[in-house]
């Protein structure tokens, strides 16, 4: 089961290799991870989406909350919450496929940013189901490089995660 | 002005420090300066390794956090093995390390290792402090954190030229404020209410007690509680101690290795309520099969703890300390239905089996029985790693004393040391070491520390020239082939002993070994007793 987890953190060194370590440690993947800081300086925020069941979760859970540096970690509720990636798919472009491959990105609302005589790099910012759909349909003109952000999430209306 | 160094002394004294255990080396050499002028002792340990199971012993036997101080690179990598059996211990630790200059971090200069990242999965917290204006307050809440919540060790590593450097003026806070750490040690009155309905509906509770009970400093409130309810208790390694050997409701050990009464009193109980425990694979071999018999209370101040190993129906997250007395008020004059004291009671009977004897060795698990009465009734017993600690665990008659080894890690060389500590936090106790002919090995070097102190500590090495455990493992497992079990070329233990200054004397029997043990242990001087035990007595 795929989740996503929110973790406000004290913004200071080596917080980071302990969430991930806490992973690692346990044989378990991390799917993404993105980090940032949040309004408040002193504090950052990071998003890690991962699988595992609920035995795993629930764990991971509570020992992120050990992680002396935490403040908070929300797991977030599937389809309660709005999530984002950002991706930049360099595609392989000849003269004769660039119009096909300008009509796909149209119709997934991509924006082309950069172009060259055999590629063009398109970028894309979307929840994550959508994410894939685009690279699937860019995936038969070649694919020469994908860059990814990790997703993002934030909850709907007026429910949050804060200090 | 004021020195980082001094700083670090001044923060030790502001806790109440009265010894630290340590070993030093240029990194740390600005501290150790400073620490000459102080009144606070310094035990110079002969490996770091043992600086850190010493503070353990002292932070066990004390109730305050162990302080443990090494230099940089070796020093602190040597320390690693000490920091991580307090962690799975659940010891309250303050490690203090020296680093190379700040700006000399990651160059791979002279003795530099990254301790901090080394040591990421063994420390409840660690600093790598990089300014010297930080260390009070590092070090207030180094000392808070270890000694709160889940008690563990925690790291202070420091760049020698923040010890070097000078402030203007030294203040030390008078509390904490780390957002991210509020441990919960209340207890939840509804959750409450919940046990205390299933421990009245119940025909057969029963207590695992564990090292939280303990630590939380309530024996006596605890005992009073089995007392007047007369629900029996059985403990963990760690927990034992909890409850007096001879105690009528009490049935010992679980586990792999402990007694088969206390195993059938928790296969027959119909509500378990787990205290202070985190029932580790040689606790409850087979989890899922305890929660399928029986209805779990768990209480403990770590809420990760809670349905990890063992599903449970009604968690409680605090401390013993609080969670008893809520459960004390809510319980009133309950007492256990009798059919199941009478069980108990039966069971007792088979708790302590007097096992056969080897012609012309001592009987470890009879000596280790009769220990008790020759000490004085709020003794400490050390027990190693091995055969050796599971014949404490399972035959010692403790009263109003401590039983200290390391359950969780299992670390070979733990007593000699983690004694050393318990004999300075609790100089007029009588402190006895057992340990195997291996384990006796790994840190006979600091019998020059006994010696050079003149702790009043007695070794008793039962000498099975055999790495027994394994040993019986290899019987059970492997067919029998002892790979590289055996001890060879091991040296002569009371030429050793010699050479130390310590007295000793060697058994080849439990008369011999009880009537020398008689003469010695309440002498205010070190002694080592080596007792020949038949290779092949088993560990149960
Ligand atoms: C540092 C360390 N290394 C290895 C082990 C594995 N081990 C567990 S018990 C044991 C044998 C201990 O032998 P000894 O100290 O002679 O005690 P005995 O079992 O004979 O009583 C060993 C090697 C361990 N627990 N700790």
């Known amino acids: 089961m795929q989740y996503t987890l929110s973790i406000l953190v004290e913004n200071q060194a080596g917080v980071l290799s302990k969430i991930s370590g806490l992973f690692s440690r346990r044989g378990f993947n991390i799917d993404s991870l993105a980090v940032g800081v949040t309004n408040d300086p002193r504090v950052s925020r990071i998003t890690i989406v991962a699988n595992g069941d609920e035995y795993v979760i629930e764990q991971l859970e509570k020992q992120l909350n050990k992680v002396i ?49 055999n590629c063009v790099t398109v970028e894309y910012c979307e929840c994550n189901s959508r994410v894939n759909t685009l690279i699937d349909l860019l995936k038969p003109y070649g694919i020469r490089e994908i860059v990814r952000t990790g997703t993002i999430a934030i909850d709907r209306g007026s429910a949050g995660v804060s200090v | 002005m004021i020195s980082g160094a001094e700083i670090m002394v001044k923060c030790l004294e502001a806790e109440g420090v009265k010894v630290v255990f340590g070993y030093p080396g240029a990194t740390i050499c600005p501290f150790y300066d400073k620490l000459y002028d102080s009144e606070i002792k310094h035990v110079l340990v002969r490996q770091e390794q043992n600086a850190a199971h010493a503070a353990s012993g002292f932070a066990r036997c004390s109730g305050r956090p162990g302080v443990c101080v090494a230099t940089s690179g070796p020093g602190a990598t040597n320390l690693i093995t000490g920091i991580a059996t307090a962690y799975t211990d659940s010891i309250p630790l303050v490690a203090i390390t020296g680093q190379v200059r700040s700006d000399l971090l990651g160059r791979d200069v002279f003795q530099e290792a990254d301790i901090t990242g080394a040591c990421e999965p063994f420390v409840k917290h660690s600093y790598l402090v990089s300014r010297t204006e930080d260390l009070p307050r590092v070090f207030k809440e180094a000392f808070h954190i270890a000694s709160t919540g889940r008690k563990g060790p925690v790291l202070i590593d420091i760049p020698m030229d923040i010890q070097l450097r000078e402030i203007e003026s030294f203040e030390y806070p008078d509390s904490v404020n780390i957002i991210g750490y509020k441990p919960n040690v209340k207890g939840h009155a509804v959750q409450v209410k919940r046990a205390v309905e299933a421990i009245r509906a119940s025909r057969r509770p029963l207590i695992v007690a564990g090292g939280g009970v303990l630590s939380s400093g309530i024996k006596p409130k605890f005992r009073k509680f089995a007392d007047t309810t007369r629900i029996p208790v059985i403990s963990t390694m760690m927990g034992i101690g909890v409850m007096p050997s001879e105690h009528d409701m009490y049935l ?218 394994v040993r019986e493992l290899q019987d059970f497992n492997y067919k029998g082939r002892h790979s590289a079990t055996i001890l060879k070329g091991d040296p002569d233990f009371l ?29 205010d001087k070190p002694f080592i007793l080596v007792c020949n035990v038949y290779p092949d007595t088993p560990s149960i």
């Open chain 1, 69 to 117: 540096p935490v403040i908070k970690v929300k797991r977030l509720t599937e389809g309660a919450f709005i999530s984002r990636e950002l991706i930049l798919i360099k595609v392989h472009c000849p003269a004769a496929k660039r119009a096909e491959i300008i009509k796909t990105a149209e119709i997934m609302q991509a924006k082309i940013v950069d172009a060259a005589p």
């Open chain 2, 495 to 523: 030429k050793i002993a010699e050479a130390y200054g310590i007295d000793s004397a060697e058994a080849n029997s439990n008369e011999e070994a009880e009537e020398i043990l008689k003469g010695v242990v309440k002498s």
């Open chain 2, 252 to 469: 010992g050990m679980l586990g792999t290795h402990g007694k088969a009464v206390a195993n059938r009193a928790l296969y027959e109980a119909d509500l378990v309520i787990v205290c202070g425990a985190r029932l580790g694979d040689r606790a409850v071999a087979a989890p899922h099969q305890m929660s399928e018999n029986n209805t779990v209370i768990h209480i403990d101040i770590d809420p990760a703890e809670i349905g990890k190993n063992v599903k449970t129906e009604i968690p409680i997250v605090g401390d013993m300390k609080n969670v008893l007395a809520m459960l004390n008020e809510e319980i009133g004059d309950y007492q256990v239905p009798n059919q199941w004291q009478e069980a108990v009671k039966a069971w007792k009977k088979d708790l302590y089996r007097v096992p056969p004897k080897f012609e012309g060795f001592v009987e470890p698990r009879s000596l280790v029985a009769n220990l008790s009465s020759m000490l004085r009734s709020k003794a400490i017993l050390v027990a190693d790693v091995g055969q050796n600690q599971i014949w404490c665990a399972n035959n010692f008659r403790i009263r109003e004393g401590r039983f200290l080894t390391t359950g969780g890690m299992g670390t070979m060389g733990y007593s000699i040391p983690a004694a050393v500590g318990a004999k300075f936090a609790r100089p007029t106790r009588d402190v006895v070491v057992v340990c195997g002919d291996g384990s006796f090995q790994m840190s006979l070097n600091e019998l020059a520390t006994i010696a050079g102190n003149g702790l009043a500590i007695k070794i008793i090495i039962m000498r099975n020239h055999r790495l027994g455990m």
